[in-house]
């Protein structure tokens, strides 16, 4: 406890990322000033977006700084406070450092978590913003109705899986694929979705598309770009909707651009982009959505839980290689009672 | 009068179009049947949407058959009636085949217009679905508010030009991109947008848009595709809109995909394409709009009038190679009393 562990950013990456952009350092714990409280960050979310941010990309969220310590969102709990209206105990949700320990004024940015039966784990997944992302896209872009086939690329990821999940409530037909044989076991027999295909061992994504969306596709819920929204746009029907929710494809590597664009004329198609953040306010009506889904057993979701500090770097990499299985999270040291 | 002309289109080109996929046949004015009429269409208008119909690319109108007479819209003047609801003299507009004379049942596919001062080329000019085009995607996509920027590439062409004005009059600061000095200098000059440049002699899309857009675009009403779209794309605003009218730079040539997609999910862009035959519930909005915009002199226009059939293959050749001026007509024997 006398020790502190941080991850630095040190090196952008040039094309895929691996370990070498990221430092562990040992030092201190810092000691919180006058209106801040030192936070133990006990739970943390690696997410896709990150890849973007380590480039001087010209992303939705300010690049990583060369140098700083990593951050991403996360649960701390308030191990002492020098702030007057947070206490010892109090579970905070907000963008937190890659650290055992850090020091924060709360108010400014993190929200009080209160303990309700639900797992501290669900906060960062399955009613957290991978969600909440997948909710938003659907609703404000994807507009389905009963009968639509609604295709959903990584679709077994923490974004796509309840993408797919929320269509098949709303009537879609939905079609899925993923980069593993048993992520596509798990989403035709465990999410129920009508069709999946690995996208890595298949002759070709329009081939895939041609077999399992043989009337086309209504809806994209694109979250890997590259050939995987080429064969989408191909196989577009009329007034078609491409939710651009990310394109984890061109984060790593520069790939052909985006072929018969015309179509999207000929087509009248909908391709739009949106950023989780700018939509809070849909979190109430998401929140009680997902309570009686969950409920009523209609929402299915896995974790990858990675122990330790010094595994945040090996597992961030491998979840933009697709090595993860559902929403990837890292558990460091003890949590408190939820 | 006792022979007719018509244009037959004959073969489907293979990148640029040449006056070789087209005939001009010479035969006897056709008899109109039962329930038909006999047109003698008097004004036509040529428009870049016929370039996809002429592949057999996946458009929004179905292609042109090999060995079919050429159509477009246009207008025709009753000569001789064997349908109880129309008589000679009759005007009518809708979709007529590239013919001095033809036969049709009108009811079926044509509105009858009436004289009403208004010149008969207004109704496929000004007034007509070039100008609802810009007028749907400007009202449907691009909602332009006063002080954001908008780009019209194509802006002095028959849908650009009236795009370009409608920005003004909703207050945008317009720029507008053309392809020669003379169709710029009007721009400027005449219609007022607040920058213009030519295309062809600028060193980069790219750097034309960081001169003339320093701020970035936050409408672009796309007509061209593949360079200019992707200068677009690079200097769009956060929440910008891409008004996905047409693409004629892909008609011809296949170019380079469309690269950097992630900006669509990074800035939030809408991306969305329109097929103004699915709007002609805004005609009568449109209609009013314009006869006053007109009125108060807030809307300019220029066209190219071509006379005689024979030339309608070279003036559809030149359009596709931007060289005419604003919107295209072909002016086909005497027009009736307007």
Known sequence: MSQ???VRFVKRPDGFVDESSFA????????PAAGEVLLHNFLHSLDPYMRP???EMDSYVAPFEVGQIMEGGGLGVVVESRHPDYK???VLQGMLQWAEYQTANPARFMRKLEPDGQAWKDYLGVMGFASLTAYVGLTLIGDPKPGETLFVSAASGAVGSIAAQIGKIKGCRVVGSAGTDEKVAWLRDELGVDAAFNYRTVTSMDGALS?????????DFENVGGETLQAALDHIRPHGRIIMCGAISEYNVKGAGLA??????????RMQGFIVSEHLDMMPAFTAAMRSWLKEGQIKYRETVIEGIDNMPRA?????RGENFGKLLVKVGAEPAS
């Open 4 to 6: 502190n562990t941080v």
């Open 24 to 31: 562990i350092e040992r030092g201190p714990i810092p000691e």
């Open 53 to 55: 941010r380590m480039t």
């Open 88 to 90: 010892p105990g109090d």
């Open 211 to 219: 077999e399992h969306c043989p009337g086309g596709v209504d809806i």
């Open 260 to 269: 018969r664009i015309f179509r999207i004329v000929s087509h009248k198609v």
């Open 316 to 320: 961030l990499v491998g979840l933009f």
